[in-house]
């Protein structure tokens, strides 16, 4: 089943049973999807990277908004954002955890061959394509830095 499906699929649970915060989050992806098909030069379907893409896209939009408005003080705003963001999470993969981010960076830090942080931006591009949707970008980057300096 792909995403599009799913996604289809699980707006009918949420309409059926009437939850309406839940049915806006599943909205906003399905618009932002078939948005990305609809788009001049697109491919018929998209493919499953891409879809995951656009997943990450938007649950960070919604992490940092959420975030935003907590610092801002407008508990009401982030508290919706942060509900979208966890919707929107459900479809992403499990994020990897630091101990296991850590070891897999230092395998591709050996790999570059990379020995100080002026070699980060090598390490970056293997590193954020190789665990694309499995860390956060910021997290791969406080941790190839953190591991180039040692």
Avoid: C, H, W
């Avoid at 009918?12 to 609809?38: C, D, F, H, P």
Wanted: aromatic share 2%.
């Amino acid at each position: 089943m792909s995403l599009k499906q799913k996604i289809n699929e699980d707006i009918k649970q949420a309409m059926l049973a009437k939850k309406k915060e839940e049915l806006t989050a599943l909205r906003s992806i399905k618009s932002a999807i078939l948005l990305a098909e609809t788009e001049k030069g697109a491919a018929e379907e998209l493919t499953e990277e891409a879809e995951m893409k656009i997943l990450m896209k938007a649950a960070k939009q919604r992490k940092e908004s959420g975030e935003l408005f907590k610092k801002e003080g407008r508990q009401d705003l982030a508290e919706k954002e942060l509900f979208e963001y966890e919707i929107i999470a459900r479809y992403l993969p499990k994020q990897m955890e630091e101990a296991e981010l850590k070891e897999v960076l230092a395998g591709i830090i050996a790999q570059v061959g990379a020995t100080s942080p002026a070699d980060m931006g090598k390490v970056m591009g293997v590193a954020t394509k190789q665990l694309a949707g499995k860390a956060d970008g910021r997290k791969i980057s406080t941790l190839v830095r953190a591991l180039l300096v040692n």
